[in-house]
């Protein structure tokens, strides 16, 4: 039987395709292959936490940013932790397009916007307010809202109760009965006005608890040695510390998100004040996580502090 001059070549050319599909197919990302605790931990969040959909490297200006928080659909202000300036980053070009002096140099924590009207919160719990935003300089409206704590981080707006939320990243100066518990407050719009009762009240006992029943963190060995100078291990609890770096209430499930960069972890709680699920952080993608905002549709916004590295804003697609 005589063969076909280029039947060689063509037998060559279809194992070679066979080839390229096989490899093809064993490097695509499929979504079943992925470990069954992070497919748990995306029906539970509604993001892929493990890999940003999108990350964008940030100028050096805002190299310690600090809060971050929607304009619309392609702008995103953001704020750093010393210069009392409004940044205005165009998420569609990647550059910084204007930028809003507000106050002098300070310790800025956290941004939120009601309509057109933005509220920066300072370190110190001042609150700074200014609704035209469009000017090179505008005359802020400064309240004192005498938190009972040294250091506030975490500020958003809550639509629903049309106040301002204030987290305390340190703990509560308010006696012995608050030595373990971390509170949110409220700031009354209307009135201008701190809420004396906090709107949420969490036990450090109760989060360390379902960290623990969760998986989350596992018990700590003792490092004391017995005689025979081997590590004892008796159960030790590692404690949970939820100081928040900033927060959000998501648009579409209205729970509260909060992030905890010390700790390195997001901790989502209901409107009940529930905790309903907490998750490690990879250091690798979060290594500062110090703001959080979201789209109208659910896509979430997070902004990573340069530190030693190029400071981010990484973005997650809604996944419910």
Not at 226 to 237: A, P, R, V
Not at 297 to 306: F, K, T, V, Y
């Amino acid at each position: 039987m005589k063969i076909k001059p280029n039947s060689g070549r063509m037998i060559a050319s279809f194992f070679l395709l066979m080839f390229f599909i096989e490899v093809l197919s064993c490097n695509s990302p499929v979504e079943e292959n992925k470990p069954e605790t992070n497919n748990n931990n995306i029906k539970l969040t509604g993001y892929d936490l493990s890999v940003p959909d999108k990350t964008i490297p940030l100028p050096d200006i805002l190299h310690e940013i600090s809060g971050i928080v929607l304009i619309d659909q392609s702008s995103v202000a953001c704020i750093q932790d010393e210069h009392g300036v409004i940044f205005i980053f165009d998420l569609l070009e990647n550059e910084i397009k204007d930028q809003h002096v507000f106050y002098g140099n300070g310790d800025y924590e956290g941004i939120a916007r009601v309509d057109n009207t933005f509220y920066v919160l300072r370190s110190d719990g001042t609150l700074f307010e200014f609704s035209d935003y469009t000017s090179s300089y505008t005359e802020p409206k400064i309240y004192q809202t005498g938190i009972p704590a040294s250091e506030s981080e975490g500020l958003c707006y809550d639509k629903k109760g049309k106040r301002l939320l204030i987290a305390p990243k340190s703990k509560i100066e308010k006696g012995s009965e608050y030595k373990d518990r971390y509170l949110i407050y409220g700031f009354d719009l209307k009135s201008g006005i701190l809420s004396e009762k906090p709107v949420y009240d969490f036990d450090m006992e109760e989060i360390t608890r379902f960290a623990l029943d969760n998986k989350v963190i596992a018990p700590e060995k003792d490092k004391k040695k017995s005689k025979k100078g081997k590590k004892k291990s008796d159960g030790k609890t590692p404690e949970v510390n939820l100081r928040p770096s900033a927060i959000a209430i998501h648009p579409v499930t209205d729970k509260l998100f909060v992030l905890s960069s010390m700790e390195n972890m997001l901790f989502i709680i209901s409107s009940n004040g529930a905790i309903e699920h907490i998750e490690k952080l990879d250091k690798d993608i979060f290594n500062m996580p110090e703001g959080i905002t979201f789209f109208d549709n659910g896509d979430m916004l997070i902004s990573n502090e340069g530190q030693n590295k190029v400071a981010t804003l990484l973005r997650f697609n809604y996944r419910q």
